[in-house]
């Protein structure tokens, strides 16, 4: 069975800071894996995902992920913290996202201090 | 700009009263899947479909959720008798190659 574990329930960083959102998964099979946004009382919102190729992935505002093998990991990083990026961000892991659901971690939210 | 909606958006009801929420995916995809979001339990499947046919459902209460698809363009997926523990966000997504979620519906039971 598939897991993900996301370090950390939540995480605060000033404006300009480093943001780094730590996700590790469990898989049998070659992962695909996601990273969702959620904004209050919103729904979830596609930042990036790996799927095949290209270990460092790029997505939406900013952000990055790097697939790791070895480590099992998927962390999320933006390099400077926005206000607006206060948010609960998502990993997730599927063997085949088109035609299996997704397993998700437990969520962490992001909290940015001026 | 293709989307997944959902109605309603909002439903507060009383405890014993029945919910049907409504999912339209987004035309073409042919698999459907039901998540819940609570704060206790998180993002977790409820069931899923596809091309109409019920493929897992061991996420929900047998006794009082059911989930169908009476044709390709509306999921529905119902609780009777509704109980304060189903309070949740629920969210549809439709998928082709990826899920694409719609904006959930947010159900609260007194």
């Known amino acids: 069975a598939q897991s993900v574990t996301q370090l950390g329930s939540h995480v605060s960083v000033s404006e300009g800071a480093l943001v780094l959102l730590r996700c590790n998964y469990s898989?049998?099979?070659?992962?695909?894996l996601f990273w969702y946004v959620q904004y209050p009382n919103q729904g979830l919102q596609l930042l990036l995902k790996?799927?095949?190729?290209?270990?460092l992935v790029k997505g939406i505002n900013g952000f990055e992920a790097e697939f790791k093998k070895s480590e099992t990991s998927f962390h999320l990083t933006k390099p400077s913290a926005h206000m607006s990026d206060a948010a609960e961000y998502f990993c997730?892991?599927?063997?085949?996202?088109?035609?299996?659901?997704?397993?998700f971690g437990k969520g962490t939210r992001l909290s940015v201090i001026a | 700009d293709a989307r997944v909606t959902q109605t309603p958006r909002h439903k507060v009801t009383e405890m014993g009263q029945e919910v049907t929420m409504r999912c339209q995916p987004i035309l073409g995809h042919n698999t459907v899947f039901w998540y819940r979001q609570t704060m206790m339990q998180g993002l977790e499947l409820l069931a899923y479909f596809r091309n109409r046919a019920p493929l897992d459902d061991s996420g929900m209460p047998k006794d009082r959720f059911s989930a169908e698809m009476p044709d390709a363009t509306l999921a529905t997926l119902k609780i009777q008798p509704s109980e304060p523990r189903d309070s949740a966000v629920y969210f549809c997504?439709?998928?082709?190659?990826?899920?694409?979620f719609g904006p959930g519906t947010r159900l609260t039971v007194t």
């Open positions: 997504a439709s998928a082709i190659y990826e899920q694409y």
């Open positions: 898989s049998s099979v070659p992962p695909y």
């Open positions: 997730a892991v599927s063997d085949d996202p088109g035609n299996t659901p997704l397993v």
């Open positions: 790996y799927t095949t190729g290209a270990t």
